[in-house]
């Protein structure tokens, strides 16, 4: 790894929407480091294989996991820290689902990416960008359609989190709650609109408009202000 390029730490990177964040800052010339969940565990992140790439592991839902990260990570200055990772279920109505199912996506989508978030932070530059995986699910105003009960309020939670973390941030650091669009990835379906490298692109500019500007915004890949 280069010294005098930026850092991108991508976490949950093993395929889909993180495995494309990888790729992308890779082509634009930036230092990565890209999580799997499990050593060993996503060939294709291993395929990527270039000086610029450091993979780590780390499960999200494991706290130890998350101080040890922190540790191996120790005088690395980040400049976008990303946090991917993300499950979904499609129980409908919210009462069917299972206290179990309800937990592991408030756990893996909210919880945890703070937990991330709060632990890494002062690894990240003053000027740096800390970004979440939200979804256009998110949006509280825009959900006139139901479906996708216990995602849509883990994903809302993960951006109310953000909030809070942004009041207690201070104004430090440009901070994006991100909906990447309908992609097509395992989780987004084989019918989805967009493919992973247009999402990831447009992530990519849209992190790159804001960086250096302080403060909390909910936007899309394209750089849409959406509404919370
Ligand atoms: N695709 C879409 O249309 C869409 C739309 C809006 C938002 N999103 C969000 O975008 C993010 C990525 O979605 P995707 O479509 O790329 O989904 P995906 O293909 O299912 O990939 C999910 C990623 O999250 C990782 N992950 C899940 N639980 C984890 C944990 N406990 N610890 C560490 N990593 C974990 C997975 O690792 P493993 O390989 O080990 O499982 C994988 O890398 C998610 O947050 C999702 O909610 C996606």
Do not use: C
């Not at 999580?35 to 592991?57: C, D």
């Not at 009462?95 to 990416?113: H, I, Y």
């Not at 970004?131 to 699910?137: E, H, I, Q, T, Y």
């Amino acid at each position: 790894m280069s010294n005098n390029t930026k850092t991108a730490v991508i976490v949950g990177a093993s395929r889909g929407l993180g495995l494309g964040l990888a790729k992308e800052y890779l082509a634009r010339g930036w230092n990565v480091i890209a999580t799997e969940r499990a050593a060993g565990s996503s060939a294709a992140l291993h395929a990527l294989a270039t000086p610029a790439l450091r993979i780590e592991t780390i499960d999200i839902n494991v706290p130890e996991q998350t101080t040890a990260l922190k540790a191996r990570l120790s005088g690395v200055s980040i400049d976008l820290l990303f946090v991917n990772a993300g499950v979904i279920d499609d129980v409908e109505p919210v009462a069917n689902v299972s206290t179990d199912e309800f937990t592991r996506l408030m756990v893996t989508n909210a919880l945890s990416p703070l937990r991330v978030i709060e632990s890494l932070d002062d690894l990240v530059l003053p000027a740096g960008t800390i970004a979440v995986m939200s979804s256009g699910l998110a949006s509280v105003t825009n959900n006139t359609v139901g479906g996708y009960d216990v995602y849509r309020a883990s994903k809302a939670a993960l951006n109310t989190l953000m909030r809070s973390y942004a009041v207690r941030a201070g104004g430090k650091r440009s901070l994006i709650a991100m909906a990447p669009g309908h992609v097509r990835t395992d989780m987004g379906g084989d019918s989805a609109p967009l493919d992973v490298a247009t999402s990831t692109r447009g992530m990519a500019d849209t992190i790159a408009t804001h960086a250096g500007k302080p403060g909390l915004q909910f936007l899309s890949y394209q750089n849409a202000v959406l509404p919370w």
